[in-house]
């Protein structure tokens, strides 16, 4: 484990031993991030005040007073309405009396909750030092992210911060104010076409970067992750943030990358309908009050990991001369190769300091089980013994856990670390009478019933019982993919057989190109920099006898780790392939215009298609998951392979760079496992029961 990852502890801890009430009202010596003198230091009038009074806010309103014929003043109105809508408030009884109820309510439904507390301290004393800014930039898999980040802070006794928030929280009765008074600042989803709001939102951000004393909290991939692996970052808000020190107005901004990962995320059950194409439940207060009470079961969720970065600052990315050249030239703005070099750094800490739980390897050697051994299911005992291997591989691969390796671990307390585990997700996969895993899942149809906003194509309830729990599954099986996807994508471009390296090369930068996207990798780093991760990679898989290299040919080796790390793969490079496939066979006479909700429509059919087949190439379920169709949809507009028709919403097709493209993954030599999924026999039974599976 890294040493700025060490010293873990567990908040509840303490939470447990003494009273909520006394806890929330004591006395706080908070720690403000952003040390500013008085009079630079804005109170949330005078920040809505010098937003209005910005000069580039006014020259706006004039300029829509005078294009829509309206009075200034009604301009003016608008802005000031928007700005009560946007700006944050700092409300110290709230988060007292809300902190009151979240204990609680924190310490029914987890065991624990992790911080590595070493960290937390030294940047709680850094900003008692050092007069900067701070950007808390957690990765987002869940509605609890920010509301337990905000427990750390007032934990520690430090400031909650300016966070981010969606209009989703504004609209609920009561909440959407309760929320802005612990820190939440408001931001429309979507607001390009509105110049006067887009410009008081750039001002807002600019004026609580300067002039606000606590720190600003966004979430940089925009929106929770369903699939539960990092997303690619977005770059609006980020370089706003960065223009302030562009400008000089801060003498530098320290962003802070947290990592957070959950045991079981609260919203497991509502992800894994959403991937399939169900839409979320609107956010309303009734809905949330009805969810919460739901969640009975005392330490049912599990543990929570927090783990805190190195800070990053802006000052490794914008020159001294990038902010001379500002302040000569108004108008200089910054590369975008800034911007995203500094986001994807932040997205990289993210995934390499995710704290990988016992069940993320439970879920990886079971996803590989039913495929590879479809008629050997794992009992404890073997599972047990896999576990430690790849617990300790993954480990010197630079994967964080806990319990972190300890190679004098006894096997009664592996036994012991499995069972806690499979207790949390009993739900999932259980353990017999016999000492067998298998799954234990409900199926509700009523989840479907009446719901007539489905985004996609509806899939027959064969299909829904057998990709429901094999989904549910591979969500936790997508934390562990940072360490395994480019060792993955060189067993895919190998196989078992003997070609020339160079070969090997060329497939290994065509996937990487292609789901790019998909695992948040940096997009077309120069050829240096992807053959030394190749490189690197081909040195893991020697050193396990995955690979053989004679002379300048490569050849593949069917070890247990080749065959889990091609496999792992399949459902990535089956849904791309399906995607193009379906776009390039499109037929507009009978499927109309080629749109996204179409696109996402017809590629979950074909692939229904598919698995309803007796073949033995059959897909993983979980390439019908949406988000798998979006991002290879994104990918092809990023390589020019698709592009945007003049009318909104359309897409056109490149026929010749579709179907080369196609014709390209068809060479690469995968091999498809002999079991599947639809091996398993599901029956739907009371929820009171466990749905046997057959493997």
Known sequence: MQEENSEFVDILIERRKYSDFLWVSRHMDIQMPHKLPPELKLSRNQIINAVLNNQRIKEVINYLAKNQNVSKSVIERNAYDVLQEMASKAHLPTVRWLGFFISKFLKKIFRNIYINEGTMLNLRNQMSTYQLQYVYVPSHRSYLDFILWSCFLFYYDMSLPNVASGMDFYQMKFIGEILRKTGAFYMRRSFSNDLLYKEIFKAYITCI?????????????????????????????????????????????????????????????????????????????????????????????????????????????????????????????????IIKNLAYDIIDTHQKNTVLTTFNIIALLFNERIQTYPG??????????????????????????????????????????????????????????????????????????GNTDMKTYKLNERIMKIAIPAINLTIYVNATLYFLVKLGMITTTVGLDTINIDEAFERYVLLRKLLSTEFALFPNPNSSVIYLEWQKSIDILLKENCLNIKDNFITGQKTALFTLLHNLMLPFIDAARFTCTTLLNWNESILGAITNQKILKECQKQVEIALLEKTNSRPHPYCLSLDLFKSTLFNLLQQGIVVKSEKEGIYLINKIQIELLIKKLRQLPLLHPSGSYNDITLSVLNNSLSIKAKL
Do not use: C
Request: hydrophobic share 35%.
């Open 376 to 449: 050997n299911p794992y009992t404890l005992e073997t599972l047990v013994e896999d576990y430690r291997w790849y617990k300790q591989w993954l480990s010197s691969l630079g994967a964080v856990f806990y319990p972190s390796v300890n190679n004098n671990v006894t096997t009664d307390e592996l036994y012991k670390e499995i069972l806690l585990s499979l207790e949390t997700h009993s739900e999932l996969l259980m353990l017999d009478k016999s000492k067998v895993l298998h799954f234990h899942t409900k199926y509700t149809e009523a989840k479907l019933e």
């Open 209 to 337: 970067t300067n002039y606000s004393d606590r720190a600003i909290e966004f979430f940089i991939e925009g929106t929770r992750s369903r699939s539960q692996k990092s997303i690619e970052p977005k770059y609006g808000l980020l370089s706003i943030i960065l223009d302030s020190y562009l400008q000089s107005n801060v003498p530098d901004i320290q962003f802070v990358p947290i990592s957070i990962s959950y045991d079981r995320p609260i919203e497991e059950n509502l992800f894994v309908y959403e991937l399939l194409g169900v839409p979320k439940p609107k956010e309303t207060t009734i809905a949330l009050l009805r969810f919460m009470s739901l969640l009975k079961d005392l330490g049912s969720y599990g543990t929570v990991f927090f783990n805190i970065g190195k800070p990053i600052s802006a000052s490794q990315y914008i020159s001294l001369k990038d902010r001379k050249t500002r302040v000569m030239n108004p108008d200089y703005k910054l590369s975008s190769d």
